[in-house]
């Protein structure tokens, strides 16, 4: 399994970003995919996930903001942030969603900072 982040890098409060995630080595299209984040010290946190049909939810802290999309034809799910706010910062991972469906290689993920 290789799951490839990119996309991120550094915005100003207020600020969009759009982040990637390729998949392989698992057929994608039956796996309910989500994006997750983790900062120094803290556990990594689900804040979007999608099923293979599309069904989205979101943690409380990104709703209104976030919106996770999947494109099976491309193996690849997306995350697309408006709004973003310095708590918003972190490493964020795509991975299979719920963390119990998640597969035990995360990549190297990609950083997002949020400057006040």
């Not at 996309?7 to 057929?27: E, K, N, P, Y």
């Not at 803290?42 to 976030?66: C, H, M, N, P, W």
């Not at 996770?68 to 299979?96: F, H, Q, W």
């Not at 290689?105 to 949020?114: E, L, P, R």
């Amino acid at each position: 399994v290789q799951l490839q982040a990119s996309g991120g890098g550094l915005v100003q409060t207020g600020g969009s970003l759009r982040l990637s995630c390729a998949a392989s080595g698992f057929i994608f299209n039956f796996v309910p995919m989500g994006w997750y984040r983790q900062t120094p010290g803290k556990q990594r946190e689900l804040v979007a996930s999608i099923t293979s049909g599309g069904r989205t939810d979101y943690a409380d802290s990104v709703k209104g903001r976030f919106t996770i999309s999947r494109d099976n034809a491309k193996n690849t799910v997306y995350l697309s942030m408006n709004r973003l706010k310095p708590e918003d910062t972190a490493v964020y991972y795509c991975n299979g969603a719920p963390l119990l469906r998640a597969f035990g290689s995360w990549g190297q993920g990609t950083q997002v900072t949020v400057s006040s």
